[in-house]
């Protein structure tokens, strides 16, 4: 791998103006004990997907940063029920989610349109439209650049949770070079999430292939987020709360129509409603703000700073924290 000097507003989705000085590209599993040295030698080592989950806090980004851009997919087992597939950190999501549909494979079709890299998606346990990552992963391959080792993680041992796993803000010395994926041959739609079922139940469809799922929540999505190519943002900034029961019950008596949603362990909150509330939605200080139509979108309205994209956050988490004394977590990763 070559070291060189990079200019990173092409690869991060908000379009920060920044620069990494020790640059690198991946491109095959032959580097990986390069990486190895690269984590050794720099202060600190930063792995970049897509950036489409990424804020740059600063103009020139300390220690290295290594961009994951290895390639290919691979059949490892099939039968008639189901398809074991290992994907390259470096393909795109948008892309594997595609290739799978087309063939017939389902699981991650409502994941559809999430932008970014395959590696990145065990790293937050991409979720949408009642889907989850978790739910066709089988195991992650990675190497530990601080060991110098390579690890192959069984979902069980991943700690997935809600845009969590082991790697969100741990183990970042682990570079994740493949994913390997357990996908079902037999379709049976899941249409749970409310913006799918209401789409459905408009225009229904006899016997819906996963290519068409993937086709209707690509629409949905398209007609609802704002497109980083013209308007910089990381999707949601900010992930759902999750509270007690009490706390819960504290909040509704207060706020009657508090948005939340039962689950397993508590209620988790909408974090657009807490938002919303705090009339930030639509709100804009400068370069930066919270979009017009989705409260939980933040947005570069062009040429913001990291600095000043992670000052506004800190603002709307404030605001939230003083109306309804809930802590607001960031899902974006902020990169020094
Ligand atoms: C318009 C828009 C819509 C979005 N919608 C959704 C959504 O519906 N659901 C959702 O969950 N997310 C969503 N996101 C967020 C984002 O797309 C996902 O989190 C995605 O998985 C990030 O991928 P990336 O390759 O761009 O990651 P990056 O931003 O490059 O990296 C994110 C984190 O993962 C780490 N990382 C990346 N690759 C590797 C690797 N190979 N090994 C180890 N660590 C790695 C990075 O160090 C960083 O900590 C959206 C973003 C945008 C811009």
């Not at 997919?73 to 950190?89: H, K, S």
């Not at 409502?110 to 009642?130: D, F, K, M, R, S």
């Not at 700690?159 to 079902?184: D, P």
């Not at 799918?196 to 469809?205: A, G, K």
């Amino acid at each position: 791998m070559e070291k060189t000097t990079k200019n990173l507003k092409a690869f991060n989705t908000f379009a920060i103006d920044c620069t990494a000085e020790a640059y690198f590209e991946f491109t095959s599993k032959e580097q990986l004990p390069q990486t190895a040295q690269i984590y050794a030698q720099y202060p600190k080592t930063h792995i970049l997907g897509g950036g489409s989950n990424t804020v740059f806090l600063n103009n020139r980004i300390s220690g290295a940063v290594i961009r994951i851009c290895n390639k290919g997919i691979e059949t490892l087992e099939e039968n008639d029920r189901n398809v074991i597939v290992r994907v390259a950190a470096g393909e795109s999501w948008e892309g594997f989610v595609r290739w799978a549909c087309k063939r017939g494979y389902c699981g991650i079709e409502n994941l559809a349109a999430i932008p970014g890299t395959v590696g990145a998606a065990p790293v937050q346990n991409i979720g949408a439209y009642g889907a989850q990552a978790e739910d066709s992963i089988a195991w992650v391959e990675s190497f530990d650049m601080a060991r110098q080792k390579f690890i192959q993680t069984k979902k069980e041992d991943c700690r997935f949770g809600y845009r969590n796993s082991r790697w969100k803000s741990e183990n970042k010395q682990e570079l994740i070079h493949s994913v390997v994926f357990s996908l079902n041959k037999n379709f049976v739609p899941n249409t749970d999430y409310k913006a799918l079922r209401e789409y459905m139940e408009r225009n229904p469809e006899k016997n819906p292939t996963p290519e068409r799922i993937c086709e209707i929540v690509t629409e949905i999505r398209n007609s609802k987020l704002p497109d980083p190519k013209i308007l910089g943002n990381a999707g949601s900034f900010f992930k759902n709360p999750t509270v007690d029961k009490d706390e819960y019950e504290r909040l509704k008596s207060k706020f009657k129509d508090l948005v939340a949603f039962e689950e397993q362990n508590g209620y988790k909150l909408s974090a657009a409603w807490l938002i919303e509330s705090c009339g930030l939605k639509g709100k804009r200080f400068g370069n930066v703000g919270m979009h017009e139509k989705q409260a939980l979108v933040m947005v570069n309205y062009g040429g913001a700073t990291g600095k000043q994209i992670a000052d506004f956050a800190l603002r709307v988490r404030q605001t939230v924290k003083d109306r309804f004394d809930v802590d607001l977590q960031t899902e974006a990763h902020m990169v020094e």
